[in-house]
């Protein structure tokens, strides 16, 4: 097929790799306007099968941090971590944190390694019914393609949904209206074990800390009141939310802030569809979830994936595209189920609970119970189990059975 990936970010280049590979005639049109910061730092280990199969998992490796899992500090004084090796043998026990240019950088490459073609450009895409096409001048950055429009367009043009947005198609915004901020750090402590990622609740919102190789990551993520009550920049809101959070404030040392503050907003949406008659939405083009368990890039490169292995299937374009709009679909459903789990705090009581249990009665093996959950959990956050509906059952069943009687008071709810 020819192929037109609109976008060069990580679900663009990859769909791009890996529909190169295998011999198509792809070609990648990108505005090449992107800030020195990006999120999506923090990988989970659902990426890493990816990450193999286009052959750069090692110098990932080389560009970032080796994540082991996840720390959690609610305004409690509750320290709850997972750890990725309570995952199935069979699954990558780990991830990476990464600078976000560099890896990008490293997909981009590998898209060209295999034989994409990439224009820096600015796009005006046009429309007959659910058909776009591109326009002329474009076409003829392709010279294989003799004029003649793709057979498919890749929309990976991130939450500006270009695509989506030239057809009139809406998206299902989520509950939550918050506003990020964030940049890198000196003089942040880093967590326990190397590589630790942490997220703390604030009493409104949540911070995380992301541990690079030359820096921390630190940001927010707050009702856009709450943001306000901090200060009037984005410098000051970041500042103020390490001050005001004692656990937080006991994590620095000299802190200095060593880069811009970016700021990002409008989280949880889902484009209402994810194809047409020509083209095809990756990553957050398609939708983007929410920051909190850092999916983001999992469902880019993912989503990527799956298109692929769809598109490899036999039948016809459509019913192929189909196939991957229900997958991923579904995959952002089980995401935003999981998430909205840790932003109500009724993970935070299912432990609570159990422990309470294990004291009640120090007889019974419910530390058995409790390190199963512990991998049910981690299974659905690494990104492999998200969208099994066993353990979707599993644990929703668990959580209602258990704290049903104490979640009136949501004591480690986020804000």
């Known amino acids: 097929m020819k192929v037109a990936v609109i976008g060069f ?8 790799a890996l529909l190169s590979k295998q011999g198509h005639d792809v070609a990648a049109f990108d505005e090449a306007e992107r800030p020195n910061l990006l999120v999506g730092e923090s990988l989970v280990p659902g990426v890493i099968p990816t990450l193999r199969a286009l052959g750069i998992e090692h110098e990932v490796a080389q560009i970032g941090v080796r994540k082991p899992g996840v720390t959690f500090y609610t305004h409690q004084n509750l320290k709850l971590a997972f750890r ?95 506003v990020s901020h964030f940049a890198h750090f000196e003089g942040l402590d880093q967590e326990s074990p190397d590589g630790q990622v942490a997220i703390h609740y604030l009493k409104a919102g949540w911070a995380w800390r992301i541990p690079l190789k030359t820096a921390t990551s630190f940001g927010v993520v707050l009702p856009q009141q709450a943001a306000a009550q901090l200060g009037d920049s984005p410098e000051t809101r970041l500042e103020q939310a390490i001050e005001r959070d004692p656990i937080l404030k006991s994590k620095t040392k000299n802190l200095r802030r060593i880069s811009s503050v970016q700021t990002y907003g409008n989280y949880q949406l889902i484009s209402q569809r994810g194809f047409g008659a020509n083209w095809v939405s990756v990553g957050d083009a398609f939708g983007f979830v929410d920051p ?122 986020v804000a």
């Open 84 to 178: 990725f090796q309570s995952l199935p043998s069979k699954y990558p026990q780990y991830a990476y944190n990464v600078p976000r240019p560099a890896f990008d950088e490293l997909l981009q490459q590998r898209a060209v390694h295999h034989g994409a073609g990439y224009y820096s450009t600015r796009l005006n895409l046009k429309a007959d019914a659910d058909y776009v096409r591109l326009p002329e001048e474009v076409l003829a950055m392709r010279p294989s393609w003799k004029g003649c429009q793709p057979d498919l367009i890749i929309d990976a043009t991130g939450r500006r949904r270009l695509i989506a947005r030239t057809l009139g198609i809406d998206a299902k915004i989520g509950p939550r209206k918050d």
């Open 9 to 16: 970010g990580p679900s663009g280049s990859t769909a791009a």
């Open 292 to 413: 909190m368990l850092s999916p983001g890039m999992s469902v880019a490169l993912q989503s990527a994936a799956t298109l692929v292995e769809e598109l490899n299937l036999s039948g016809h374009l459509s019913t192929a595209l189909r196939r991957y709009e229900n997958k991923t679909f579904t995959l952002l459903t089980a995401w935003m189920q999981l998430i909205d789990y840790f932003y109500s705090g009724q993970i935070f009581e299912l432990h609570q609970v159990g422990k309470a249990m294990q004291a009640k009665h120090p007889k019974l093996p419910l530390h058995i119970l409790e390190n199963f959950m512990s991998g049910n959990i981690a299974s659905m956050a690494s990104g492999f189990c998200t969208s099994s509906v066993l353990r979707q059952k599993i644990l929703s069943s668990t959580i209602r059975f258990l704290t049903e009687s104490e979640t009136s008071s949501k004591p480690y709810a």
